[in-house]
């Protein structure tokens, strides 16, 4: 309980903090107009009360002077008037600071969610949630914690101004006011507490809500669901999520109204209660028929803002509870420690050293033990079968996750010694599972050096590697088309949308933009593409990637003929090393994958998709020739080292 009340107060203050940095005016003058509006109710009050007596004749010698009574109702009116124009005043600062907070929130909170170096936290979905409820509190929970702070000053002074006038008509209203305000904090910090625990409880059920809505408007999913007819089902699961997310929060929404109510009921029985003993006092003549006046305006004027006071604290709460979930994810730390030593251009190469890796604490082994060196400027080829563990390897090598076991060195320095930045500012990698952005041709492929995103030249020597250039350059804007249907350009034409192998290009050729990485890594770059295009990409490939080190990973073996070393991933460990001819020789894993693609082709020998020259070569001849290049192509390779 005391560190729930400590959490509390930690948020209220960096929401104070917050405030304070996004608008230190703002909150100057919000802090002014609470205490203005804080003070006016009791000098409104009094003149009132001086009215009455003027007007009853209660009031002393100048009672009856009709100077007198002008001048109070007509002060009485400009301070009514004034009150109302500094509220709606407030309104209109807090509002604006409001603003400030709510972009400087969003910022850091996005800023946090980048400064993940690694890709866990976006696997998990405890931090998913995390992610989400700070989201949701980034919306406006500090603002709600500044604007309670704010009323709070503003009601304390409220309170306080009225608090004499009640205790000296009649002291016993005091204790009761207390007693109701007492009993209206405990309800009301219940029922905010019930609808902050509920709105974190109901997360997980939200974020499905939201996939299953998503997936109901998605185009790519639009197919599917209309070939199988999943639908219905789709939009049963995003209801029932939405039934059970909106049903708990109306549960919590009904029992904070239960509570409220039942004070509502008994603060107006005092309130009452308290009219009849000061009428009675009015007919004794004890006192006046102004101070009665006054009496009846303090008591609601108490009542009133505590019950304001009572309805922020849920309010804030709430927030408040939201906000530490939002304080939480900023202040986490690390998802992966950066290094600090920054290594000279990669000379000898990279190696994996009895690197075990899974992707959750429990769960199977990825990789069990990889051994693998990658020379400098040389080319490895890396194959092996679905699910062997190529695309793990290569996300260890971009550091998106430390091995569990064993180390990655580049020129024999562990790579978490690196500062991550500097480690992937070499690196220029096309990923198995690679974005497809709803941007321009162009955009599209300047990502991959964002610094470069104006320079169509580099953009379009990227693609010409890629050998995509032709293709977006006969795209009915050329490299200006937007690769999207989803949105329209600034003449609100609608985008083109590409092929498979057409992204891939693109993809790659994103990856080509970045001219200066040392290593190179194409994940399947590939796989999308015909024969012919994987051909004439490998070529122009060559040349970009002579004296560069790569790491090439395909599960068309025909494709791995460029790489200099061939190495064989299975079930998470590297079993088999050499040049393609020492792998078929040596009649392993390799040799049975190379023939198994070979057998897919033998009826044909000649299909595009198929091994080529190499499946015409019975196993296990040595030195097969690779198939004709064109004559532009300049191994980087001795033909003899093959
Ligand atoms: P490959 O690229 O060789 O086809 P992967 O490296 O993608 O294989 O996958 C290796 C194993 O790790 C597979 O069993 C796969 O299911 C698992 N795996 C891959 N990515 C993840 C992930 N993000 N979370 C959990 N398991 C994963
Ligand atoms: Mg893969």
């Not at 709510?102 to 800023?111: K, P, S, T």
């Not at 998106?400 to 990698?429: N, Q, S």
């Not at 104006?454 to 690769?483: F, H, M, N, S, W």
Request: charged share 20%; hydrophobic share 45%.
């Amino acid at each position: 309980m005391t560190t729930a009340v400590a959490g509390r107060v930690r948020a209220a203050a960096a929401a104070l903090r917050l405030g304070w940095r996004a608008s230190p005016r703002g909150v100057l003058l919000q802090l002014l107009l609470a205490l203005l509006t804080g003070v006016l109710p009791a000098v409104v009050a009094y003149v009132a009360k001086l009215l009455v007596d003027a007007l009853t004749g209660a009031g002393g010698p100048h009672a009856a002077d009709g100077t007198r009574v002008a001048w109070l109702a007509a002060a009485g009116a400009v301070l009514t008037g004034a009150t109302a124009v500094l509220n709606h005043l407030s309104t209109l600062v807090t509002a604006l600071v409001g603003r400030s907070v709510n972009l400087e929130v969003q910022d850091r909170l996005y800023e946090r969610v980048n400064a993940y170096r690694g890709l866990r936290p976006f696997e998990d979905p405890a931090t998913q949630d995390r992610i989400q409820l700070a989201e949701s509190a980034a919306q406006g929970a500090p603002h709600d914690v500044l604007d309670f702070l704010l009323d709070l000053v503003r009601s304390t002074l409220t309170i306080a101004g009225f608090l004499g006038t009640v205790l000296v008509f009649w002291p016993p209203m005091g204790g009761l006011l207390v007693g109701c305000v007492a009993v209206s904090v405990l309800g009301q910090v219940r029922a905010s507490r019930a609808m902050a625990d509920t709105a974190a409880a109901v997360v997980p059920t939200t974020r499905r809500q939201f996939f299953y809505r998503r997936l109901l408007t998605d185009a790519r999913a639009a197919k599917e669901i209309r070939l199988f007819g999943t639908g219905p089902l789709f939009r049963r699961r995003a209801l029932d999520g939405l039934r059970e997310t909106t049903g708990a929060s109306l549960a919590a929404l009904r029992r904070g109204v239960l509570v409220q109510s039942g004070l509502a009921s008994v603060t107006a029985a005092v309130a009452g209660v308290a009219a009849v003993v000061v009428a009675r006092q009015v007919l004794a003549g004890r006192i006046t028929l102004g101070d009665m006046t006054l009496f009846t305006a303090a008591v609601a004027a108490v009542q009133g803002a505590l019950s304001a006071i009572v309805m922020q604290l849920g309010r804030a709460e709430e927030a408040l509870q939201l906000f530490g979930h939002y304080l939480a994810l900023i202040g986490s730390p690390p998802d992966l420690e950066d290094g600090d030593r920054v290594p000279a251009p990669l000379r000898q190469g990279i190696t994996f050293e009895d690197v075990w890796f899974r992707y959750t604490p429990g769960g199977p082994w990825a990789l069990r033990g990889v051994d693998l060196h990658l020379p400098h400027g040389r080319a490895v080829g890396l194959v092996g079968v679905n699910g062997a563990g190529k695309s793990t390897l290569v996300k260890l090598l971009c550091r998106f996750y430390d091995p569990e076991r064993g180390r990655i060195l580049w020129d024999g320095a562990d790579i978490r010694t690196m500062p991550v930045k500097e480690l992937r500012r070499r690196i220029g990698a096309t990923f198995q599972d690679f974005m497809t952005y709803d941007l321009t041709a162009a955009e599209n492929i300047a990502l991959g050096a964002p610094e470069h995103l104006g320079d169509l030249d580099r953009v379009r020597v990227a693609a010409t590697r890629a050998g995509i250039d032709r293709e977006l350059k006969g795209l009915p804007r050329g490299y200006r088309t937007l690769l999207s249907r989803a949105f329209t350009d600034e003449d609100e034409e609608s985008g083109v949308l590409l092929s498979g192998g057409q992204w891939q290009r693109v993809a790659l050729a994103r990856s080509l933009m970045r001219e200066d990485a040392e290593l190179l890594i194409l994940d399947e770059p590939s796989s999308g593409l015909d024969a012919l295009a994987e051909r004439q990409v490998h070529q122009a490939l060559r040349r970009h990637r002579a004296g560069r080190t790569s790491l090439l990973i395909s599960h068309r073996l025909a494709a791995l003929r460029e790489a200099d070393l061939i190495a064989v991933l299975f079930e998470g460990r590297v079993v088999e090393r050499g040049s393609h001819d020492e792998l078929i020789l040596l009649g392993g894993r390799y040799a049975e994958l190379f023939a198994a693609q070979a057998e897919g082709y033998r009826d044909d020998p000649d299909h595009p998709d198929g091994p080529g020259d190499l499946a015409r070569h019975p196993v296990p001849t040595p030195v097969p020739t690779p198939a004709p290049r064109s004559a532009t192509e300049v191994p980087d390779v001795p033909e003899g080292a093959r």
